[in-house]
Each structure stands twice: as C-alpha cells, then as structure tokens.
C-alpha cells in the first residue's frame, strides 16, 4: 500500500475552490419524523439538487477543469449508467469542450435523453457482455479525447469530497457519515474529508444486495470481483471497485453494509412522502441502511448522502407505486 494516499482533504479544499460558483451548493434536510424513526439526529446532504441531479457533477467539473486547452478542444470521453454521463456532458459543454458517452444499452431513458440534451454523442455497449472500461480506453484512444472516469481518478474523487465538506461546515461535527457506494469514489472522497477534519467519525458504506463488491473486497483486503449486478439501484451496479478507490476506502472506510430492493424502495417512497423530494434507487441506498437497521451501534448525529436524484417519472411510479 502506498504510504502517501492519493487524494488529501487538501486536494478536496482545492476542488472546493475550482467548484465555487459553479456547483450548486445544496441544502442539507432535516426531519423530526425521520429522526424518531431511525431513533438519532439526522441530516440529509441533498445532492440531488446538484446540477444534473446528482454529485457527480462535482467529480466531473473539478476533473475536466484541469484539462489543458488544446485537449479540451479535442474532447473527452467517459462511460458510465447516467449520472456521470451528464455529468461530464455539461462540464464539457460548460468549459467549451464537446464530450462521447459511452452508455450501456438499458440505461434509463431519462438519463440517456438528460446526456444527450447536454450536447454529448452517445454510444452504447451491452454492460452484461461488453467491458465498459477496455471499450471506453479504446474509444478515447481512437478518437484522441481525454477519458474522464466516473470514480478511478483522483481529481474526480476530490470533486465529489467537496460534498462531504460543504455538509459538515453547514451542520458541524456528525458522529457517522453514511454513503453509498458503486465505484466508491463518493465514499473515498467524503471519508478523506470527513477523517481530515475528524479522525474520530465513522464511516459507513451503503451497497444493494447483490452488488457487494466493495464489501466483499475490504473484507478480503484485496479488490473482488462479483457478477455485474442486477438491482434497482442501476448506479451502483458495479462488478469491480477502483484501484484508487479502494486503496482509499480501506484505508478510511469503517463498515459496508447492504441494501435489498424492497428496502431501497421504501426509503424511495419516505423521501417522497414525508420528505417531499424525489431520490433515485442509488441515491436512496444510504437511507435505506438507516430505515432498515442496517447501520449497527447507531451514534447520536448522523449524516446521510442523498446522492441523486435522476429518475423518471414513469419508472419512479413504478417501483414505489402501490
């Protein structure tokens, strides 16, 4: 393991400063109901009232922002479900770039129809056959662009700590962070700047059932690989964690725990309902864990990533309705 980490709490106050201005700086939910309920201080950081709906948009920013000129008028690439896409789309776009998506084939059409309103061209693979990461290497190679991963990088990473540093500026010192995992770049830059401000903050990671490749690999203290998974939460249907994620993750990360399906549509549906906001699956996963039980020896203050909210309203009905 290397001994100096690859993303620092100051590289996330960089990112923080690159961000400013340009990334909504979103609002941090509480609720009297949802704190009997879980049975401790809750405080919801809502990113999916960031610009294209979810936190990716910091990762991507704070990454294409560093490109040099001449490269960013060549393009970039990237592969991902939805959230990153658009995420780099309208970083793209915003830095006067032009950005190739690689999606796979049953993304939900509200995120391909968002990527494709931000100006990106879209190609698509088969996730359950194709390796979206040899596919995309070799597309940006083709075509000379700069990839843009959605978690294995470590600007992307300090990007999305920024999130985890605005929530605990606004609401102060939490006793445990509760994030959820896919690729684990979310997690790895909010426990970077959780643990840089205070060491003593427990950190726990939110997986759907059967994608517990994060779990499994801190368990075996090596990077796992499981089947791509096959779950409502299609953001955090990863096979695989980053290497520079999971360097990080295991080196901050306290728990993993998981999620079911019907779990993560329940908290779907409280957050609705008495929250009044709208979470897609993944970005529901944290709740869920805390809904569910699922988080053990729960502390007094708690702080939940809220990570987005991209989902149509047609699927939405559909997996919360009755």
Known sequence: ????PA???RDVRDAASRLSGVAHRTPVLRSRTLDELVGAETFLKCENFQRVGAFK???????VSRLPPEQLARGVAAYSSGNHAQAVALAARELGGSAVILMPEDAPPSKVAATAGYGAEIVTY???RGDRIAIGEALAADRGLALI??????????GQGTATLELLEEVGQVDALVVPVGGGGLIAGGATAAKGLRTGVRVVGVEPLEGDDTKRSLEAGKRVSVPVPRTIADGQAVAV???LTFELNRRLVDEVCLVGDDEIRAAMRLAFERLKIVVEPSGATGLAALLSGRVGRLPRRVAVIISGGNVGAARFAALCGD
């Open 126 to 128: 088969d996730r359950y």
């Open 7 to 9: 993303v620092t709490l």
């Open 149 to 158: 991963p959605p978690y294995d990088h470590p600007h992307v990473i300090a």
């Open 1 to 4: 393991m290397p001994n100096t």
């Open 241 to 243: 964690p980053g290497e």
């Open 57 to 63: 948009f910091r990762g991507a920013y704070n990454a």
